[in-house]
């Protein structure tokens, strides 16, 4: 009995050691129930007074007693639009053809001012239990040049849109009432060339934890490999914070878990004293690992490393590390080897931006977006041109997802260093990340020594920040400053003489093509039509010496045959807003994806499946639905990894042809009505066989729910693809339909596109319909629905038109 009330005593001695630690470190998402309005960037009686009083928020700490405007408590924002995160509010803008090209024609920017500047405020509650703790507000991104208030008080700006921002709130902040964060956001001046949307686009945390603790981003894990692959030395840096008024004694102690959750390695404990407000007090400490579980693509492997710190015996702070065990190499000879083994870098460029949403990307939507990488046998990302979120890294490493992060902004000065600096700390503990891009195309440093002097420098900070990885930049021909990175990163073979460099360097690290172009066009588009924006594929147009040359096989083959290349990154993987060239208004969207931006699927996607991937393709090009171009001469293309491919158009056989290697098959004949029917050979046996045919007009809608269960929290979604049927349930490549979507019980519709880079509709209800009109594009269209939180219930979706048969889905949120 005695023995089992001290084990009993003795696991609730170990569960107030935990809860403390926990208590101890708390973060709190804090991305519902914010208000937003805009605010006025030309006009500042408009822009809520903001800034107009007689003692100003510079001029004081807060201002005092004149300030009625939103930093202010006393702000009414009863009339404001109730927001969740993230939270883009250009998706909301109309078009105008005076808009900024590279942002899709969206009226915001300088020319709108009464669109650029946005207002957030929320409210949230501290105990008072807190009075002691250090409490900080964390902001993932914020598009951009955010200014940032608590209770009144200005607590700094942030002119980068890209770049996480922490804010100390603990003095400020009212124990056992109301606390209120407000913060404007000025979106006036552009920071890239491509759709950046604007507002709090990003995870919004408030972190609680004690005044002697883990710095933020303050631990680093770098592991070394024994050859024989079993074994790893890990070294851990910990950079320690005391914000307290008084110094303290503090020890600490690492300990990693392993992915079912047991012990693997306890760092012996080291002690050191803090001085009262001192940061960055950085601790080494190291251990050997056995039986490691290596990081791959197929095993993404990962452990936690907790770092438990203590001030006397008190356990006052736990701070988790996730990381993963891998080597990388960029081998001259070889290219890219992971843990050893060379594996081609079968790389896609992405920029933030989907349909519906804008940059505002809820987290299981990036996971959507990758896994549509995946599926056709991609294995890395280019995060062009700038971070990308905590969230989608995170992803990354789960899935198996290399990844070249790009930091925003060229130069030395601190400003520039501080962007690069904060980005490798927030993000060298993934394993997914293999390079870090110091920048990219940048014509006025790429061919000259000042250029050159500025690459070596940024290259060598970031040596200093993370000595496991090297860095590259993408180049767009210049042959200066490309000395100054590691990994040589080609923007575009037809820029960059690689074979030469080559010649004349063969000791270079494995190179890079950091952007190659794919060469595609309007999904199912087959005509260009300048009036709708839409493009037929450069791949089918563009002609050298009168051949059509398709560009995306030319890179893949470029790559695939020279074993010295890393990989390459082609230009896009997903569609984005802005840069419709060589396109202009009425186009508003980019046409570079080799899937749109809903993440469907074009043509091209299948060249790259048959070559990335080794299930069995065979796609057929054009869809057979070509109406008003009965009689013209077309090009059949099959993208396919059989042996050979046989093509019957209209019943005719046009014959059998073998397929080359990293190649496709074309037929010449000419288009009527009819079907297209192919048959796939693999060592002279039939192994599939593809159809399609000349549909009837759409007359039913398929539903296809990524997935139908949502946690009720208000942040989790339901995407929701459409695709318009015929009688015969034949894909109606050419659909245009308005549907009206009809959404009943606990959710919201969050937005909905369908792939028309002339898109220019509305992409969501402002507020909070729940029937909504939308249009397919090209047989498609997609809705994502939202939560709400605390509401759980059954959710239904239906999708009309008229001569359509109308499908539902019902969703559950829990
Ligand atoms: C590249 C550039 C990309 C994109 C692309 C469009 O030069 O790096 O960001 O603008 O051109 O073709």
Not at 105 to 121: I, L, N
Not at 224 to 231: A, C, E, Q, R
Not at 296 to 319: N, W
Request: hydrophobic share 35%; glycine share 10%.
């Amino acid at each position: 009995m005695k023995k089992l009330l001290s084990v009993l005593l003795l696991i609730q001695f170990i569960a107030c050691l935990s809860v403390s630690a926990q208590q101890a470190r708390e973060a709190i998402l804090l991305n519902n129930g914010w208000k937003f309005a805009y605010g006025h960037a030309g006009d500042m009686k408009k822009d809520f007074t903001h800034g107009t009083e007689y003692f100003t928020y510079f001029a004081k700490a807060k201002s005092f007693n004149q300030n009625q405007g939103p930093s202010s408590e006393q702000f009414n924002d009863s009339t404001w639009q109730t927001v969740n995160l993230p939270h883009d509010w250009v998706v909301d803008l109309p078009f105008s053809k005076e808009a900024s090209h590279s942002h899709g024609y969206k009226t915001v920017g300088w020319k709108y001012p009464e669109t650029s500047v946005g207002w957030y405020r929320r409210k949230f509650y501290i105990p008072e239990k807190d009075l002691g703790k250090h409490i900080s507000v964390r902001f993932d991104g914020i598009f951009r040049n955010a200014q940032v208030f608590c209770n009144g008080f200005y607590l700094g700006h942030e002119p980068s849109g890209y770049a996480t921002q922490v804010y100390d709130l603990t003095e400020y902040l009212n124990y056992g009432g109301e606390n209120l964060l407000t913060v404007r956001v000025d979106a006036s001046t552009e920071e890239g060339w491509y759709y950046e949307g604007a507002g709090i686009y990003r995870d919004v945390w408030l972190d609680k934890m004690s005044q002697v603790h883990v710095a933020p981003f303050g631990t680093f894990v770098a592991t070394h490999i024994d050859p024989s692959y079993k074994t790893a030395d890990v070294n851990i840096e910990v950079c320690l914070a005391n914000k307290g008024l008084e110094a303290a004694g503090c020890k600490v102690v690492n300990r990693i878990l392993d992915a079912t959750g047991k012990e693997v390695v306890r760092t012996q404990e080291s002690s050191t004293t803090l001085a009262s407000k001192q940061e960055e007090v950085k601790l080494l400490q190291s251990a050997t690992m056995d039986n490691i579980h290596l990081w791959d693509l197929e095993h993404p492997y990962l452990y936690t490393l907790y770092t438990d710190v203590y001030v006397g015996e008190k356990l006052v702070d736990t701070y988790t590390t996730s990381f993963g065990i891998r080597n990388i190499e960029f081998n001259p000879q070889k290219g890219f080897l992971l843990n050893g083994c060379p594996v081609k870098l079968k790389g896609t460029n992405l920029h933030q931006d989907h349909a519906g949403v804008g940059t505002g990307i809820p987290d299981r939507l990036w996971k959507y977006r990758i896994e549509k990488m995946k599926s056709m046998g991609s294995n890395a990302i280019r995060t062009s041109h700038n971070p990308v979120s905590p969230a989608m890294l995170d992803l990354c490493d789960r899935m198996g997802m290399l990844v070249i992060e790009e930091n925003r902004l060229m130069g030395i000065n601190k400003e520039h260093v501080d962007l690069l600096e904060r980005m490798i700390k927030r993000d060298r503990n993934h394993p997914c990340i293999i390079l870090w891009s110091i920048g990219n195309e940048e014509w006025a440093l790429e061919g000259n020594e000042r250029g050159l002097r500025i690459t070596q420098s940024m290259s060598e900070y970031v040596h200093q920040l993370d000595s496991t990885r090297l860095t590259t930049q993408g180049t767009a021909g210049g042959r200066v400053s490309l000395f100054g990175v590691d990994v040589k990163g080609y923007n575009y073979l037809r820029q960059n003489p690689i074979d030469e460099y080559h010649r004349e360097h063969p000791d270079w690290y494995a190179p890079v093509g950091s952007e190659e172009t794919s060469g595609c066009g309007t999904r199912n588009v087959y005509y260009t039509d300048s009036l709708r924006g839409w493009m037929a594929p450069i791949n089918r147009t563009a002609e050298d010496d009168n051949r059509i040359v398709n560009a995306m096989a030319r890179g893949w083959q470029f790559y695939h045959e020279r074993p010295w290349l890393a990989g390459l990154f082609y230009w896009t993987g997903l569609d984005y807003r802005g840069e419709p060239n060589p396109m202009l208004y009425p186009a508003t969207g980019s046409q570079f994806g080799i899937f749109d931006y809903c993440g469907f699927p074009k043509d091209e996607a299948f060249y790259l499946k048959s070559w990335w991937t080794d299930e069995s393709v065979l796609h057929l090009s054009p869809h057979w639905n070509l109406s008003g171009h009965e009689g013209d001469s077309i090009r059949v293309w099959a993208y396919s990894n059989c042996d050979e491919v046989e093509l019957f158009v209209n019943g005719k056989n046009l014959g059998r042809k073998p397929m080359p290697a990293d190649g496709y098959i074309e037929w010449k004949t000419v288009y009527r009505p009819g079907a297209l029917m192919a048959k796939g050979y693999k060592g002279g046996k039939k192994i599939m066989v593809e159809k399609i045919e000349t549909t009837g007009k759409a007359a039913r809608i398929l539903m296809e729910p990524y997935n139908t269960t949502l946690k009720a929290d208000g942040q989790d979604i339901a995407i929701v693809d459409l695709t318009l049927k015929d009688e015969k349930n034949r894909e109606v490549p050419d659909a245009m339909n308005e549907m009206t979507v009809t959404l009943t019980g606990p959710a919201t519709i969050l937005g909905y596109g369908n792939g028309d880079p002339g898109f220019k509709e509305t992409e969501r209800p402002v507020n909070g319909e729940k029937t909504f009109r939308i249009k397919a594009f090209a047989g498609k269209a997609q809705v994502i629905i939202r939560s709400l939180e605390g509401q759980k219930g059954t959710v239904q979706l239906e999708v009309s038109g008229t001569g359509l048969k109308k499908a539902t889905q019902q969703f559950i949120t829990d």
